[in-house]
């Protein structure tokens, strides 16, 4: 049996490239809606919530919710 090692590669890519974020995802979801709109309004909301910045990068399902709630608030604001 051969075993593909692209999957494997690119798990332990992902692995290697994570990091030990400060905040856990509950905290990280508290402040979110702050962090969309700091983001949103142009200001440097990387600066002025650096946990939840950190959060972001390393955790993909927060990611993805940044996401949703940044497209939906934009959404409405052109409506």
Partial sequence: MKINSK???????AVDSMKESALGCDDAFELLDQYVE?????KPAHDLLPQVAEHLECCKACHEEFE??????????LG
């Fill in 38 to 42: 700091l983001v949103l309004a142009g």
């Fill in 68 to 77: 949703i709630l940044k497209n939906a608030i934009a959404a409405l604001d």
């Fill in 7 to 13: 999957p494997i590669q690119n798990f332990l890519q």
